[in-house]
Nanobody, 125 residues
């Protein structure tokens, strides 16, 4: 059974950086698209960024383009999200999730089936 565990969240000042990690166990991630999603209080869960099985294709929400970078290391069964130039509106619980091969294209939460427990990111001065 696939298990996903996020880490790397925390409190950071505006303009700062964080790197999130998502470690998978139980099943290899090689055959899954994987992605990062976030949910702020009172808001729906939204796709932040998704990546194809090989890592050669990525998809970013407009709000994070140019600031966030998604990557994966299939040898380590791990997903990453490098977040730079963080803004207060990036504050949310961040989740990683796995889905079918083509699910990275739309990067919609409804298409992803296995989820981690989430890690809190707070951007505040």
């Amino acid at each position: 059974q696939l298990q996903l565990v996020e880490s790397g969240g925390g409190l950071v000042q505006p303009g700062g950086s964080l790197r999130l990690s998502c470690a998978a166990s139980g099943v290899t991630l090689d055959y899954y698209a994987i992605g990062w999603f976030r949910q702020a209080p009172g808001k729906e869960r939204e796709g932040v960024s998704c990546i194809s099985t090989s890592g050669g294709n990525t998809n970013y929400a407009d709000s994070v383009k140019g600031r966030f970078t998604i990557s994966r290391d299939n040898a380590k069964n791990t997903l990453y999200l490098q977040m730079n130039s963080l803004k207060p509106e990036d504050t949310a619980v961040y989740y990683c999730a796995s889905g079918p091969r083509t699910s990275w294209r739309r990067c919609r939460a409804a298409d992803f089936g296995s989820w981690g427990q989430g890690t809190q990111v707070t951007v505040s001065s």
